[in-house]
Nanobody
Framework: QGQLLESGGGVVQAGASLSPSCAAS????????MAWFRQAPGKEIESVAA????????YFADSGKGRFTISRDNDKKTMVLQMNSAQPETTAIYYC??????????????????WGQGIQVTVSS
């Protein structure tokens, strides 16, 4: 089974931008649909964004519409979430996930069967 590794988290000021990325392992493993989820302290995990295998279709939760973009490079097996105008409510552990069965993006966590360890993103006010 393949693995995902997130990077690019950290602490930023409100209004700043950051772009966490996700890389798939070198094993013969092709991530199909990919997505970002997050879990804030004391809250349930929620969808942030998702991207189809070819990158033509995206999904964004309401919290990120107009401020976030998502992209991927299938040759490098990477995915990037560009978060602009970050706000304190953006603070959470961000998880990268991929599906081994579907190419289509989805905001539901049930569609993804490989998850990264998560990275901390903190936005200070």
């Amino acid at each position: 089974q393949g693995q995902l590794l997130e990077s690019g988290g950290g602490v930023v000021q409100a209004g700043a931008s950051l772009s966490p990325s996700c890389a798939a392992s070198e094993r013969p493993f092709t991530p199909l649909a990919m997505a970002w989820f997050r879990q804030a302290p004391g809250k349930e995990i929620e969808s942030v964004a998702a991207i189809s295998f070819m990158g033509a279709n995206n999904y964004f939760a309401d919290s990120g519409k107009g401020r976030f973009t998502i992209s991927r490079d299938n040759d490098k097996k990477t995915m990037v979430l560009q978060m602009n105008s970050a706000q304190p409510e953006t603070t959470a552990i961000y998880y990268c996930a991929t599906s081994q069965t579907t190419m289509h993006e989805s905001g539901s966590s049930r569609g993804y069967d490989i998850w990264g360890q998560g990275i901390q993103v903190t936005v200070s006010s």
